[in-house]
């Protein structure tokens, strides 16, 4: 799915996510980030961390007991040595002692992408075995290219299996990302704007928290929004803090400085640091 008008991902992941009944299924998810956007199977990382339930900031230890743990859970005894070993090459965490196998892959990229997109296949069949599974990719626009190849991949392997892949991105992904699976013939949705009534009680649900519903002031912010809906989160904002008097042809851009400017020194700092390094950096 793209988002043309600054749709709200998360609820269109969550509504998509009830609709397949996906609450009664296993959801490995990945957020992408543009700061690791040239960094190979970075992404299916971030699904294999999904699954065993850990962050990129745990210590290696827990990492590789939740990962042994998962691979446990699913995949047969034969592979999951290997399974565990390789994925564990994909999450940068140490292997104490590497077979001949991850030591021969080592000393040839090529080889150990393969080997990594192996175990990954193999993990995500022996989970489909036990019950159904939704890999779930936002930001698909920041994504990195071999991972989508690995979805692709390993959805053409499960096609008879009760698998459902669901990215969510920026237009553009279309042009870019998007034709990597196109082999798998995915069904493509774009989301426009919100229309007049969806954004009217959008702002109405969302003033009546905060005990301000007057009619007249909806229709207005619904109006001033453009169907964008976190542009009428910031107008939202704007009419709680008192200012929703401000000129009705105030921009999304200046409402937001206006928000960013009234924060603290060292918290504008933060978040432009943030807007740099991502979601999680170290002081």
């Known amino acids: 799915l793209s988002e043309k008008h600054g749709g709200d991902g998360a609820a269109v992941r969550d509504e998509v996510l009830a609709r397949i009944g996906a609450r009664d299924a296993g959801v490995w998810s990945a957020q992408p980030d543009p700061t690791r956007a040239g960094l190979a199977l970075g992404d299916l990382a971030d ?71 192996r175990a990954f296949d193999d993990l995500v069949l022996a989970e489909l075995a036990r019950a ?56 493509g949705v774009a989301l426009g704007k919100l229309g007049q009534k969806a954004m009217e009680k959008l702002v109405a649900e969302a003033l009546a928290a905060s005990g301000a519903s007057d009619p007249s002031i909806v229709a207005t912010i619904a109006q001033r929004a453009g169907g964008n809906p976190f542009f009428a989160e910031e107008l939202i ?22 928000r960013l400017t009234s924060l603290e020194p060292e918290a504008r700092r933060v978040l432009r640091a943030g807007s740099v390094f991502g979601p999680q950096f170290s002081s």
């Open 47 to 117: 699904l294999v961390r999904s699954a065993a339930a850990v962050a990129r900031e745990d210590d290696e230890e827990h990492q590789r007991a939740a990962l042994v743990s998962r691979a446990c859970e699913a995949v047969p005894e034969a592979s999951r040595a290997r399974v565990v070993e390789f994925l564990s090459e994909l999450l940068r965490i140490g292997v104490a002692e590497p077979s001949p196998q991850l030591r021969a892959a080592r000393d040839e990229p090529t080889l150990l992408g393969d080997q990594v997109r």
């Open 132 to 187: 159904p599974l939704a890999l779930v990719v936002e930001d698909l626009q920041w994504a990195d290219a071999a991972s989508v190849r690995a979805i692709s991949d390993v959805a053409r392997l499960a096609r008879d299996r009760p698998l459902f892949v669901l990215l969510l991105g920026r237009p553009e992904a279309k042009d870019t990302h998007l034709r990597l699976v196109a082999d798998r013939q995915p069904t």
């Open 237 to 258: 904002r704007a009419e709680r803090a008192g200012q929703g008097g401000s000129s009705p042809s105030l921009a999304a851009l200046a409402v937001l400085e206006s």
